[in-house]
Nanobody, 126 residues
Framework: VQLQASGGGLVEAGDSLRVSCAAS????????MAWFRQAPGKEREFVAT????????NYADSVKGRFTISRDNAKKTVYLQMNSLKPEDTAVYYC????????????????????WGQGTQVTVSS
């Protein structure tokens, strides 16, 4: 599967932004999906994941209550709605996919994912 992330940009603290990741070349509803992010000088970190069928996601503590992951299997797209953005949310955001038969969110480590998008930059000014 190929992944194409989009929707990043420059926003102010407190603003909202939605990033998207469009998939092609695979059966989308057989993939668990996730968002990771990487800030300059830091390791890539888990943000959120959603199971192949959708429903509630799982989140890093740092974004819980502010970010929402969702997916539209008909459009082969996963979204990350980011509200109440903070300067510390500044990073390149990557979407990732893993082919799985598991129906609940279960994968929280970058090493669990086989496919990655190219990343989209999100910058939050104070």
């Amino acid at each position: 599967v190929q992944l194409q992330a989009s929707g990043g940009g420059l926003v102010e603290a407190g603003d909202s932004l939605r990033v998207s990741c469009a998939a092609s070349g695979g059966t989308f509803n057989r993939y668990a999906m996730a968002w990771f992010r990487q800030a300059p000088g830091k390791e890539r970190e888990f943000v959120a994941t959603i199971s192949r069928s959708g429903g509630n996601g799982n989140y890093a503590d740092s974004v819980k209550g502010r970010f929402t992951i969702s997916r539209d299997n008909a459009k082969k797209t996963v979204y990350l709605q980011m509200n109440s953005l903070k300067p510390e949310d500044t990073a390149v955001y990557y979407c990732a996919a893993r082919h799985t038969i598991v129906t609940a969110p279960a994968y929280f480590d970058a090493a669990d994912y086989n496919y990655w998008g190219q990343g989209t930059q999100v910058t939050v000014s104070s």
